[in-house]
């Protein structure tokens, strides 16, 4: 934290949900599920989107219901890309309150820590089928 800035309450309860959201990315849902009980109460309509857009995905991840997007993405780059672009889209074809905005906005930085953390194993396995040889 810099000093002198002060969070707001708004500040801190994204700041957990963010980290939140790593940790489910990361498939970590007792840690995620720990954290996500220290995020402190607020009437910001965006934050309540987050969170219960968080919330959601977490609970979803405990439960392991395959018929879940949540479920079904975490292995499938395409899909991932596709669940990206057509959420994008939707948020800028509709007129969304701020409630929505946290909500798809959340989603998305899922999404996209899904997409950052498969990246790595792609560009591993690419690399081993290339050089059979070694």
């Given at each position: 934290m810099s000093v002198g800035h002060v969070h707001t309450v708004e500040e801190?309860?994204?700041e957990i949900l963010r980290r939140a959201l790593d940790l489910l990315v990361e498939g970590d849902v007792k840690g995620a599920e720990t954290?996500?009980?220290d995020v402190p109460s607020c009437e910001d309509e965006y934050?309540?989107?987050?969170s219960a857009s968080v919330r959601g995905i977490l609970n979803a991840l405990r439960s392991g219901d395959k018929e879940f997007l949540?479920?079904?993405?975490r292995k499938s780059p395409v899909?991932?890309?596709n669940e990206i672009r057509r959420l994008k889209e939707t948020m800028d074809s509709h007129l969304l309150t701020e409630w929505d905005r946290g909500y798809f906005d959340a989603w998305l930085d899922y999404l996209s820590?899904?997409?950052?953390a498969l990246r790595q194993p792609d560009v591993e396995e690419y690399s081993v089928n290339q050089n059979p040889e070694e």
């Open positions: 801190k309860a994204l954290l996500i009980t934050v309540s989107g987050f949540a479920n079904r993405i899909h991932l890309q820590g899904l997409r950052r």
